[in-house]
C-alpha cells in the first residue's frame, strides 16, 4: 500500500509547496501552479524519489528493485534539467520571433518547462522526507 500512496502523496506535497511559494512571492493563491511545469521543489522528482528511496530504506540499497528504481531516477533528473530545460529555453526564442515579426502561429509556448538543479534539490529533499515519515510510520 506504501509504494502505491507514496509517490502520490510526495507529488501532491510539491505541487502544494508551489502553490504556497506563489502565495508568498505574489500574495496571491494560484491554484494552478499546482500543475505547473517547472518551478520548485520538482514535483517529478519527488514523484520518483520517494518510492525508490523507500524501497532502498526497507528491501535494501543494494537490491535489483533499488538499483531500477535509481536508474529511473537519474534520467528523470536528467530530462528534468537538460531537455525540459532546453525546451523552455527555444520556447522562448519562438515566442520572440513572433513578437518581433508580429505573425501568430498558436498560442505563446510555456517557457518554464525544465528545473534548475535547486529545483531538483527540493524535489529529492521532499520524496526523501516522505520515505523516511513513511519507513518510521510502518517499519518501525
Not at 523552455?88 to 505563446?108: L, R, W
Request: net charge positive; aromatic share 18%.
Amino acid at each position: 500500500m506504501q509504494y502505491l500512496l507514496l509517490p502520490l502523496i510526495s507529488w501532491c506535497s510539491a505541487g502544494f509547496f508551489k502553490i504556497l511559494l506563489h502565495f508568498f512571492r505574489y500574495k496571491k493563491i494560484k491554484p494552478m501552479e499546482f500543475f505547473r511545469y517547472g518551478g520548485f521543489p520538482s514535483a517529478h522528482t519527488s514523484l520518483i524519489t520517494a518510492p525508490v528511496m523507500y524501497a532502498g530504506l526497507t528491501e535494501g540499497f543494494f537490491t535489483p528493485v533499488f538499483s531500477i528504481g535509481f536508474a529511473l531516477l537519474l534520467i528523470i533528473i536528467t530530462d528534468a534539467h537538460g531537455l525540459r530545460r532546453y525546451v523552455g529555453h527555444q520556447a522562448k526564442i519562438v515566442n520572440q520571433i513572433q513578437k518581433q515579426t508580429g505573425k501568430n502561429y498558436g498560442k505563446e509556448l510555456k517557457e518554464q518547462v525544465g528545473h534548475s538543479w535547486l529545483e531538483i534539490l527540493g524535489g529529492l529533499f521532499t520524496g526523501i522526507f516522505w520515505a523516511f515519515l513513511t519507513y518510521l510510520l510502518f517499519n518501525i
